[in-house]
């Protein structure tokens, strides 16, 4: 797959007993892997009623005890009980076997959902084709906060016209801002001036390379985030338990989570975070209504959004636009519609009436091709 690669730790789920060394249970909980991994790296997730100090204490004994790796270096509370550990193969097979831990996941890369290669405004402002050239939408997001999630931004490029700032709770990685110039073309589509969607919302940028980053911004956010407000996160690759994180994180904070439905092609269903029900997975369209080629598809996709040949903000060679394809392009179309709804209502619109919105005025039966029991609906504005 010719995407740009982004280093992602994965989320380990674990649960934890009262004893010290607890006797090993029937069935260790489940370890959730993933394709890049890295190693040594863990999120640990606890069961509800387990303590996360607790619980920490005994990863950390259990490390002395045997001298080994029990490292733990983020707490997350906001969500759902996580520790991020860094554990040895033994260490790591006493944790699975504690009852308090829920499952665990391995640490490792993630993928940004683009290929690089604005029909798209003039396309979701109309139902039909042929288009007509324009943009045409009263709304401009004022008003609204998007949280975008990516691998590096330009925070100060002028087509953001200062509505663009690195949020508190951006975990940063040490990461290069240009870093291939995604999450700067991702955000442009949401709301830039020229190539936005939302062209007055205030975009609050959050850089992260990792499973762990993604989770601990994430628990950050549900504490951090002001309302009318929409997250958008065009990145995949993550291991199956992150379902249930990104799934709790919408329930707990009642804001819509845009994501993209990778670049596979196979059934979204199948991938991270875009198989969780609560969040609004988008597909990629062509120009001329027909699928991407290599968009994910089926019953998790909730609705299509334009994806190929998409003109944005661009970073490389001095370049001041750039030209790129993928779910990732269709993403922030959607994140940035929901921030127009929302200054059309007038008001805050939470989980699950957003993705109802979307999918009642989309355009309905306008996509053609093979569609593989994918909703046959195509993003369109508030006019």
């Not at 190693?39 to 990863?59: M, N």
């Not at 401009?140 to 100060?156: A, C």
């Not at 080629?293 to 060679?317: E, H, M």
């Amino acid at each position: 797959m010719n995407c740009s690669c982004l280093t992602v730790v994965t989320a380990v789920l674990l649960a934890v007993t009262a004893s010290p060394v607890p006797a090993a249970r029937q069935g260790r909980v489940p370890l959730y892997r993933t394709a890049r991994k890295i190693h040594s790296e863990y999120l640990v997730t606890l069961k509800d009623a387990a303590d996360l100090d607790t619980v920490s204490e005994k990863i950390a004994t259990a490390g002395m005890k045997r001298d080994q790796t029990g490292q733990v270096t983020h707490r997350l509370r906001n969500v759902m009980p996580i520790l991020v550990v860094r554990l040895s193969d033994e260490v790591l097979e006493m944790v699975r076997d504690l009852d308090e831990v829920k499952s665990v996941a391995e640490n490792g890369e993630v993928t940004a959902d683009s290929f690089t290669y604005q029909w798209g405004l003039d396309r979701i402002d109309q139902a039909d084709l042929p288009m007509n050239q324009d943009y045409t939408t009263r709304y401009t997001g004022q008003g609204v906060n998007i949280y975008v999630i990516d691998n590096g931004f330009v925070v100060d490029d002028p087509e953001f016209g200062g509505r663009a700032s690195m949020h508190e709770c951006s975990a940063g990685d040490g990461i290069d801002p240009y870093n291939g110039g995604h999450g700067t073309h991702v955000a442009g589509i949401i709301g830039s001036n020229t190539f936005g969607v939302a062209k007055r919302a205030q975009l609050h940028l959050l850089q992260s390379t990792t499973v762990t980053s993604v989770s601990v911004m994430l628990d950050c956010l549900a504490e951090k985030m002001v309302k009318p407000a929409v997250v958008s996160m065009s990145m995949g690759n993550f291991p199956h338990s992150f379902n249930d994180f990104v799934a709790s994180f919408i329930r707990t904070t009642d804001v819509n989570f845009v994501t993209s439905a990778g670049n596979r092609p196979e059934d979204a269903c199948n991938n991270s975070p875009s198989g969780a029900k609560e969040v609004i997975t988008v597909g990629a369209t062509s120009g001329s209504d027909y699928p991407y080629t290599k968009t994910n598809f089926g019953s998790c996709v909730d609705l299509f959004a334009p994806g190929v040949g998409i003109i944005s903000i661009g970073v490389r060679d001095g370049s001041k636009t750039d030209v790129r394809t993928g779910t990732s392009q269709a993403c922030p179309h959607v994140a940035g519609t929901l921030a127009l709804l929302m200054e059309k209502e007038g008001r805050h619109i939470g989980y699950p009436e957003g993705e109802l919105l979307l999918t009642q005025t989309a355009a309905q039966n306008k996509i053609k091709g093979e569609l593989h029991g994918t909703p046959n609906l195509l993003l369109q504005v508030p006019v």
